[in-house]
């Protein structure tokens, strides 16, 4: 017999304890009923609790509240950092970020009929080599399907090889690439790679936009060959006659720079009317800040892509313009076409592989490694234990997400077993790839007590050592969680919590409690 339809399972619980379907040969009791009853209703609100709480409405806020249409949209983007999109290891509901949203966004906007122009100041990669370089050539023809207007450069993307930057914006038409600065060229200005300024037109306005690279950032690139830099207050000063002559309506100034230096620049220079800034707190202000000294507003953004900033233009002199901070969470569904562009992204990963990302893979410090598996051999308990948590199946999880990472070393290196998870390379004995080492898959043992070669060596008689190499080999391995031990304040921050939080950082798992997490993985004991 089923359920009533329309009868919630806590209900039926109720329904099926009075005897109301035979569950049971007994009936219970009214008082038993209502006692479950309030037990199932005090369920029943937390549950509905948690749910407001997932509500990203009601987490993050609600979004350009009152605003009318504006008549034109201006979306600030900056320090991708990298990220294309969140991780995903602490629950995508629990994370912000990544371009699928950030189209949804975009494409929301322009299916209420608001002229939208969008602007970045560069930052997309913090990691060089060549998977950033391939991330940089995704993230710039993503930006220019999002039908980005300008983009910035960062000092990381302007340490790729030049050669590989000459052939990512070659591919676009000097009036069509959207990369923009007044004061950095690569490798000969005449060349066309990027623009000094452009001037956008848009609803019967004309917007003139330009782009910095700060000096702070400067001295990242001085030694970095091909690329041609120049102060930027000269290189404003030597721009603004002629961005002047263009008759904009409103100029903004893009400044991969730090803040203070984004002030200075637009007292130097009031004719920008708006500063986007880089290089300012991780979480930005919910309000554009106006600048002390100079009539233009300072805009910040974030990190990681995890927000962006809208300002909205009006005819209306109490309010002419309006600003609101997005928050990328998951109100904003994924996009089919970015969704499509990770995926490309992935396959090229899967195709170069770990040789062609240069991943050859470094000789560990102290041994190598040999798999889970033989270590279960004399320590049972603790795999009986391990099997049952989630590193035990860390590899599966990227196998089976949309599309497969299980070729990405950025998600591999705390995944798999025998990488360094911090620099997302292998180990020499490190896992390889699901065919060559299945034995190194999940986050295994060694990740946390060290490669286990010699220890295995010795004990299976394979090598002939005194009692107290063994003992030595044995007291290497071991770990020992130390009284109050944890990651948050007041502490103590031993050696096993800094083994967690090697992946357990803000980045990938930002409500890491290491006492609330060590229950579930605890295994005491060497049996």
Request: one cysteine or more; hydrophobic letters at 35%; charged letters at 25%.
């Amino acid at each position: 017999m089923r359920f009533p339809e329309k009868l919630s399972w806590q209900r039926s619980l109720v329904f099926c304890l009075a005897g109301g379907l035979s569950c049971s040969p007994l009936g219970y009791s009214q008082e038993v009923i209502q006692q479950v009853e309030a037990v199932i209703d005090q369920a029943s609100q937390q549950e509905a609790a948690a749910e407001q709480i997932n509500d990203p409405v009601l987490r993050n806020g609600p979004i350009f509240v009152d605003w009318p249409k504006p008549q034109v949209a201006i979306l600030f983007s900056g320090e991708l950092n990298g990220y294309l999109e969140p991780c995903g290891c602490a629950g995508l509901d629990n994370q912000k970020g990544g371009l699928k949203r950030r189209q949804t966004l975009i494409r929301q906007l322009e299916a209420k009929q608001w002229p939208v122009v969008s602007f970045d100041m560069g930052g997309q990669i913090r990691r060089l080599g060549p998977q950033g370089e391939i991330k940089y050539r995704y993230v710039i023809e993503s930006l220019t399907k999002l039908g980005y207007s300008a983009i910035g450069l960062g000092e990381r993307e302007l340490q790729i090889d030049a050669n590989y930057l000459t052939y990512v914006l070659s591919n676009y038409e000097q009036d069509a690439n959207p990369v923009v600065s007044a004061n950095i060229s690569i490798i000969d200005p005449s060349i066309g790679l990027s623009s000094r300024y452009r001037v956008i037109q848009v609803k019967g306005k004309k917007i003139g936009v330009t782009s910095v690279l700060g000096k702070k950032y400067q001295s990242e690139i001085q030694d970095v060959s091909d690329i041609v830099s120049t102060d930027p207050v000269a290189a404003l000063e030597e721009l603004m006659p002629t961005l002047m002559a263009e008759g904009c309506d409103l100029l903004v100034l893009l400044a991969h720079a730090d803040p203070d230096e984004a002030r200075e620049l637009s007292r130097q220079f009031p004719q920008f009317q708006m500063v986007a800034t880089t290089g300012g707190a991780e979480i930005p202000p919910k309000e554009a800040r106006k600048i002390e000294g100079s009539e233009a507003h300072l805009i910040e953004v974030g990190h990681k892509g995890m927000y962006v900033a809208v300002v909205g233009l009006f005819d209306d002199v109490e309010q002419p313009f309006r600003y609101q901070r997005v928050p990328l969470d998951h109100r904003f569904k994924d996009s089919d076409e970015m969704q499509a562009m990770l995926t490309a992204y992935q396959n090229e990963l899967k195709n170069m592989g770990l040789e062609g990302l240069g991943l050859l893979g470094l000789k560990h410090s102290t041994d190598s490694f040999v798999g889970s598996e033989v270590c279960a051999d004399c320590h049972t308990s603790a795999t009986e234990v391990f099997e049952m948590t989630p590193h035990a199946h860390a590899t599966d999880t990227l196998v089976m997400l949309d599309p497969p990472r299980q070729y990405d070393p950025e998600c591999l290196s705390c995944h798999v077993t025998g990488w360094e998870p911090q620099e997302y390379f292998p180990y020499m004995s490190g896992y390889r790839s699901l065919e060559k080492t299945p034995h190194l898959v999940g986050n295994g043992c060694e990740n946390c007590h060290g490669p286990g070669a010699a220890h295995v060596a010795a004990e299976s008689g394979e090598e002939e050592l005194s009692e107290s190499e063994i003992e030595s080999l044995r007291s290497a391995m071991r770990l020992e969680v130390v009284e109050n031990e944890g990651n948050l304040d007041g502490q103590e921050l031993g050696v096993v919590v800094k083994n967690c939080l090697r992946c357990h950082d803000l980045d990938n798992s930002p409500a890491f409690d290491f006492q609330q997490y060590w229950p579930k993985v605890a295994h005491p004991g060497k049996d």
